[in-house]
């Protein structure tokens, strides 16, 4: 068993974390960091000539010649699986891989499936003072208990030193070293709440069994442990509540409870990969580089940004920090080349990794100014970074950083529990980022350029940033999807200019749909929900948020030239739907709550519904989503006071800011974004593209790849239709979706100021406190005043 910590891959901002200063026109000088990459392809063990399912390699120790990696995974299943418990070992990977530091080269591969008695499996892998320790267990159905076993190995011969048979309780899932004491961390999941426990062991071999007593209702696990001073360490536990932090005192064998607030300013990303170095310090890896952490003064300093060498940072993003010191470093992990159209599931792993990075005597780019490209979550396609390599590698005078600086991380999710409250978190995180930004960008110490930021419509303003609309002005709509362009602009102006887009909307049968052959009226949508839905609605918010989400869908009625009004037919009709046919809050997920973020259909399921809302941003999405459907192949629009169609989204974009530092070179790199060139590589990942050529090239190749791909391959085995029932694609499926993006005329916009306004004012009408106009005046006023506010 596996214990998981649920986290979303979206940014979070934290009122508390202090934005470090803008590198925007800095001068690069030779002392400036630059880091000089050897990699090294390391043998652990895994067939190459077999397609992996899921693999992982984690750094189990090293000493001053080795590291000791431990890679456990399985290969894919093959179709005549008959279940048996051999068939099931031979899938089943558990390596300890003992690497040499100065050659790369793999010394010894020690299997773990077949070092001990038959059926006991490693819990998990640890190497300190030259052994390897291995937890195992083993499930003895004769006497109905959890055998644990712990094993000392020789790392280079790979024979049993020592055994010993634990209690049950100590089937340690995870193994840290703190200086000289070893920790194992063991969840009984058979416990409701599960029970925790910490096996701390000193340098002279004494261990001390300590239960971890906390006040939350619900343990999901141990995050991480991280040194705090001399012979302490902090315990970071995720819970139903969201984080708990306790202070380990290594020689008493205790744990004290702390507040909070002393690590209210870490996010996730920071808490789950922190790790000491060798010089006593704090790092952390996060999408974007790697940060010095100091938990006392609650600060993070920037050490490695993944744009200060030439290795290509979309898989350093993905990668483990392993040893580390303030001049160097190594990053380690599984490289994959996915396959284009492929979904998640259908990647298979071609290497494992180890690259070590030593700081250079000189920066190359010496003399060049920094550009700073702002990037919600830190991480960057594969187009984006071959974009960025030629520009900094052709440009004489300028050079581009990328930055997560306002939001680096993930959310939390363990204290979110619904559609509902995940909406409330998100509109939290970009009201936050959006005011932020808007600061800095006015008082010239924001970045010089932004990915992905359409959603934070505030900043879709002439204070912040520069209009695009010239350099997309002589597209021919014969060779573009002009339309996504237009759609993308705020009362004529271009401020996010679109690389990428998708559709959202109703995937279901085009028999379903209204009048207007594209959406459904409020009226239709009723019967719809009452009729083929048998009830169960596809929207899965609560009241508040699914009238944001429908206003959303139509905001171009609601709101023009910086102008609100809520008074006309449109805003009463969905509010009326949503008061006479949506419960007040969202199922929980523990309910079976279902969600309305998921791509693929919005979540994986074994059997096929007659409607889906979702969107989708490539072919993989659309495609494996039609699979999902009892029939049909239309995206229709949701319900609204005139039955409009789905709507595009801005999925990839571009925006530069007016305060840059020089306007000019950054409209070269949107230029670059815009060739040819990027446009095919986007295209050929499986994305949507301006470019109609390309999409539908790549369009074309996408049916062919996955009518010759199981159904159950793309899902990772969740999901399978019989050979008969199974959809056939066919270029008609592309002719369908391209007519239906051409004749989208209106994009989603998302405002999370706004959103807060409709979410705290609108429940009064549905609750019958107050009069629909009564809200509309309520409610109009505060958002022109926000309007306002912008200019």
């Known amino acids: 068993m596996l214990a998981v910590s649920f986290m979303i891959p979206i940014a979070s901002c934290n009122k508390n974390k202090k934005t470090e200063s803008s590198h925007s026109g800095k001068l690069i000088e030779e002392d400036m960091p630059w880091f000089e990459t050897k990699t090294y392809q390391i043998d652990n063990g895994v067939d190459p000539d077999r397609k992996t399912q899921f693999i992982h390699s984690q750094l189990a120790g090293s000493d001053e010649n080795n590291y000791i990696f431990f890679t456990q995974g399985n290969y894919e299943y093959p179709k005549d699986y008959d279940g048996e418990y051999e068939s099931y070992l031979k899938l089943l990977i558990a390596n300890v891989v003992v690497v040499d530091k100065k050659s790369g080269e793999t010394k010894k591969i020690i299997d773990l499936l077949h070092s001990f008695d038959e059926g006991e499996l490693p819990n998990g892998v640890v190497y300190l003072n030259g052994k390897i320790t291995v937890n195992t267990g083993k499930f003895d159905a004769g006497t109905n208990r959890q055998i644990v076993r712990e094993y000392q190995m020789d790392p280079l011969t790979g024979d049993v030193l020592s055994v010993t048979e634990e209690e049950p309780n100590k089937q340690a899932s995870q193994l840290f070293i703190i200086g000289g004491y070893q920790i194992q961390v063991s969840i009984n999941w058979n416990m409701d709440p599960p029970e925790g426990y910490l096996f701390v062991t000193d340098p002279s071999g004494n261990e001390k069994e300590?239960?971890?007593?906390?006040?939350?209702?619900?343990?999901?696990?141990?995050?991480?442990?991280?040194?705090?001073?001399?012979?302490?360490?902090?315990?970071?536990?995720?819970?139903?509540?969201?984080?708990?932090?306790?202070?380990?005192?290594?020689?008493?064998?205790?744990?004290?409870?702390?507040?909070?607030?002393?690590?209210?300013?870490?996010?996730?990303?920071?808490?789950?990969?922190?790790?000491?170095?060798?010089?006593?310090?704090?790092?952390?890896?996060t999408p974007a580089g790697i940060y010095r952490i100091d938990l006392k003064n609650k600060t993070r300093e920037e050490v490695f940004n993944y744009s200060w060498c030439l290795a290509n940072r979309n898989s350093l993003a993905n990668y483990s920090l392993g040893q580390i010191s303030e001049d160097s470093f190594i990053l380690y992990g599984e490289k994959y080349d996915p396959t284009p159209f492929a979904s998640f599931a259908n990647w298979s792993a071609s290497a494992f990794e180890i690259i070590e990075f030593t700081k250079a005597g000189k920066n190359p780019h010496a003399g060049k100014r920094i550009l700073e490209l702002y990037s919600?979550?830190?991480?960057?396609?594969?187009?984006?970074?071959?974009?960025?390599?030629?520009?900094?590698?052709?440009?004489?005078?300028?050079?581009?950083?990328?930055?997560?600086?306002?939001?680096?991380?993930?959310?939390?999710?363990?204290?979110?529990?619904?559609?509902?409250?995940?909406?409330?978190?998100?509109?939290?995180?970009?009201?936050?980022?959006?005011?932020?930004?808007?600061?800095?960008?006015?008082s010239g110490d924001g970045p010089d350029m932004f990915l992905d930021i359409s959603h934070i419509d505030r900043l879709n303003n002439s204070n912040y940033l520069i209009d695009l609309a010239p350099y997309a002005a002589n597209l021919d709509p014969d060779k573009y999807f002009t339309n996504i362009i237009d759609n993308a602009k705020v009362d004529g102006k271009l401020y996010n200019l679109p690389l990428c887009f998708g559709i959202s909307g109703i995937f279901t049968d085009g028999a379903y749909a209204g009048a207007s052959g594209f959406g459904f009226t409020t009226a239709e949508y009723v019967d719809f929900l009452r009729g083929p839905l048998n009830g169960n609605d596809v929207i899965s918010f609560g009241q508040p948020y699914y009238f944001a989400c429908l206003f959303n869908a139509s905001r171009n009625k609601f709101?023009?030239?910086?102008?609100?009004?809520?008074?006309?037919?449109?805003?009463?009709?969905?509010?009326?739907?949503?008061?006479?046919?949506?419960?007040?809050?969202?199922?929980?997920?523990?309910?079976?709550?279902?969600?309305?973020?998921g791509s693929y259909g919005a979540g994986m399921f074994e059997y096929t519904k007659p409607a889906i809302y979702t969107t989708s941003k490539d072919f993989a999405d659309y495609l494996i989503t039609l699979q999902q459907l009892e029939s049909g192949n239309a995206i229709l629009g949701l319900p609204s006071l005139d039955g409009?169609?789905?709507?595009?989204?801005?999925?990839?974009?571009?925006?530069?800011?007016?305060?840059?530092?020089?306007?000019?070179?950054?409209?070269?790199?949107?230029?670059?974004?815009?060739?040819?060139?990027?446009?095919?590589?986007?295209?050929?990942?499986?994305?949507?593209?301006?470019?109609?050529?390309?999409?539908?090239?790549?369009?074309?190749?996408?049916?062919?790849?996955?009518?010759?791909?199981?159904?159950?391959?793309?899902?990772?085995?969740?999901?399978?239709?019989?050979?008969?029932?199974?959809?056939?694609?066919?270029?008609?499926?592309?002719?369908?979706?391209?007519?239906?993006?051409?004749?989208?005329?209106?994009?989603?916009?998302?405002?999370?100021?706004?959103?807060?306004?409709?979410?705290?004012?609108?429940?009064?009408?549905?609750?019958?406190?107050?009069?629909?106009?009564?809200?509309?005046?309520?409610?109009?006023?505060?958002?022109?005043?926000?309007?306002?506010?912008?200019?």
């Open 644 to 791: 409009r169609g789905p709507v595009t989204v801005v999925s990839s974009s571009i925006a530069v800011s007016v305060q840059a530092y020089d306007k000019d070179a950054c409209i070269e790199f949107v230029k670059l974004l815009m060739s040819d060139e990027i446009q095919k590589e986007y295209s050929l990942n499986g994305s949507f593209v301006l470019n109609r050529e390309y999409f539908r090239t790549t369009g074309e190749e996408a049916v062919d790849y996955y009518n010759k791909t199981t159904v159950s391959s793309l899902f990772g085995g969740y999901f399978e239709k019989t050979p008969e029932n199974r959809v056939k694609y066919t270029k008609e499926h592309i002719d369908v979706l391209e007519n239906t993006i051409l004749n989208c005329s209106s994009a989603t916009t998302e405002d999370a100021d706004i959103n807060k306004v409709l979410v705290e004012e609108m429940p009064a009408y549905f609750s019958g406190q107050k009069t629909l106009d009564q809200v509309i005046r309520i409610a109009q006023d505060r958002v022109q005043k926000v309007l306002d506010e912008r200019g």
């Open 376 to 442: 919600p979550s830190g991480n960057l396609d594969e187009a984006m970074c071959d974009a960025l390599a030629k520009y900094n590698e052709t440009n004489s005078k300028y050079f581009i950083e990328v930055t997560d600086r306002y939001s680096s991380g993930s959310s939390n999710l363990n204290s979110i529990n619904s559609d509902d409250e995940l909406s409330w978190s998100e509109n939290e995180r970009d009201a936050a980022i959006s005011n932020r930004l808007s600061m800095d960008i006015l």
């Open 559 to 597: 709101i023009k030239d910086g102008k609100a009004d809520f008074s006309g037919p449109e805003f009463a009709a969905i509010a009326e739907y949503v008061k006479d046919n949506v419960p007040e809050k969202s199922l929980s997920w523990n309910e079976g709550g279902s969600s309305s973020f």
């Open 210 to 285: 300590i239960k971890i007593e906390d006040g939350n209702t619900y343990m999901f696990s141990v995050e991480n442990i991280v040194p705090r001073g001399e012979d302490k360490a902090v315990v970071f536990l995720g819970a139903n509540l969201g984080y708990d932090y306790f202070e380990l005192d290594l020689k008493k064998g205790s744990l004290k409870k702390l507040n909070p607030a002393e690590f209210d300013w870490l996010d996730s990303y920071s808490i789950s990969n922190m790790t000491g170095g060798s010089d006593g310090n704090i790092y952390s890896a």
